[in-house]
């Protein structure tokens, strides 16, 4: 028979989120046989690697390749927005400069409101969660999933599970998650198919305008991608207003 060891694990931070209620901030411990990589049991415990940027094994700092040592005493940490925090290896050194993101099938108004803000962000009703895992591996995306079980796929190195249910809110969540304040260029992106907009001579389009539209207004976008036009107006005023929290951009 196979001698039983044990470890201790404990999660810091957003990563208790993962947790069931009564494991969360404390030690847990967890019996294991032979010397599983470290990867196994964070998961066991719910907690996806992609969230985790940081674990510390008797105080050293380790990679995921780690193998559990009976006895062994684990912290493991979230991924830090202020990298100054842990001078230690990070499992994810290279954070990404420019993030692009592949958004899972839930994730439609979060996608568009992704876009509204000019994050490259993909995002289609029909991807199936291999979809998802393929085009993010082929194009190094973050995975933004409600589905926390995406994120066990080993082949994803980067995602995050959106806590919150309304839109609003996650894209808060997503903003703070990722530091992307910075980063917000809006009205660059095409809100239907996440191409890129470019400016438009009003006289090229004005066949495809409502009369109102071509009375009314005179500075058109249209995207490379589908062609849908958009136009600087009330429609666009209102989004401004609307996002003057995360603007703050120049009128
Ligand atoms: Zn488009």
Same mark, same amino acid.
């Given at each position: 028979?196979?001698?039983?060891?044990?470890?201790?694990?404990?999660?810091?931070?957003? &990563? #208790? =989120?993962?947790?069931?209620?009564?494991?969360?901030?404390?030690?847990?411990?967890?019996?294991? #046989?032979?010397?599983?990589?470290?990867?196994?049991?964070?998961?066991?415990?719910?907690?996806? /690697?992609?969230?985790?940027? &940081? %674990? %510390?094994?008797?105080?050293?700092?380790?990679?995921?390749?780690?193998? +559990?040592? *009976?006895?062994?005493?684990?912290?493991?940490?979230?991924?830090?927005?202020?990298?100054?925090?842990?001078? +230690?290896?990070?499992?994810?050194?290279?954070?990404?400069?420019?993030?692009?993101?592949?958004?899972?099938?839930?994730?439609?108004?979060? *996608?568009?409101?992704?876009?509204? +803000?000019?994050?490259?962000? +993909?995002?289609?009703?029909?991807?199936?969660?291999?979809?998802?895992?393929?085009? *993010?591996?082929?194009?190094?995306? %973050?995975?933004?999933?409600?589905?926390? @079980?995406?994120?066990?796929?080993?082949?994803?190195?980067?995602?995050?599970?959106?806590?919150?249910?309304?839109?609003?809110?996650?894209?808060?969540?997503? &903003? /703070? /998650?990722?530091?992307?304040?910075?980063?917000? /260029?809006?009205?660059?992106?095409?809100? %239907?198919?996440?191409?890129?907009?470019?400016?438009?001579?009003?006289?090229?389009?004005?066949? @495809?305008?409502?009369?109102?539209?071509?009375?009314?207004?005179?500075?058109?976008?249209?995207?490379? =991608?589908?062609?849908?036009?958009?136009?600087?107006?009330?429609?666009?005023?209102?989004?401004?207003?609307?996002? *003057?929290?995360?603007?703050?951009?120049?009128?």
């Amino acid at each position: 028979m196979q001698r039983e060891y044990t470890a201790e694990f404990r999660f810091y931070a957003q &990563l #208790n =989120d993962f947790l069931a209620p009564k494991q969360r901030k404390r030690t847990i411990p967890y019996r294991f #046989n032979g010397h599983p990589g470290i990867k196994d049991p964070i998961e066991v415990f719910g907690v996806p /690697h992609t969230e985790v940027d &940081l %674990i %510390i094994v008797n105080g050293q700092s380790v990679g995921f390749e780690y193998q +559990l040592q *009976a006895g062994d005493r684990i912290a493991v940490y979230p991924v830090f927005k202020n990298p100054d925090i842990n001078p +230690l290896c990070k499992l994810r050194e290279k954070r990404l400069l420019c993030p692009r993101f592949i958004l899972d099938v839930n994730l439609g108004k979060l *996608a568009k409101r992704m876009r509204l +803000l000019g994050f490259d962000s +993909l995002y289609r009703n029909d991807y199936s969660d291999t979809d998802v895992v393929n085009i *993010a591996l082929s194009e190094q995306r %973050i995975v933004l999933t409600r589905d926390r @079980r995406l994120l066990y796929s080993k082949h994803i190195n980067y995602g995050y599970w959106v806590r919150a249910v309304n839109v609003e809110n996650q894209t808060d969540e997503v &903003l /703070h /998650h990722f530091d992307l304040y910075d980063l917000i /260029h809006p009205f660059i992106r095409c809100l %239907i198919c996440n191409g890129m907009l470019i400016p438009v001579v009003k006289t090229d389009i004005k066949d @495809r305008l409502e009369p109102k539209t071509r009375l009314y207004y005179e500075v058109f976008h249209q995207c490379a =991608d589908c062609q849908q036009i958009y136009w600087e107006g009330s429609h666009m005023e209102n989004i401004r207003q609307r996002f *003057a929290i995360y603007l703050a951009m120049p009128k």
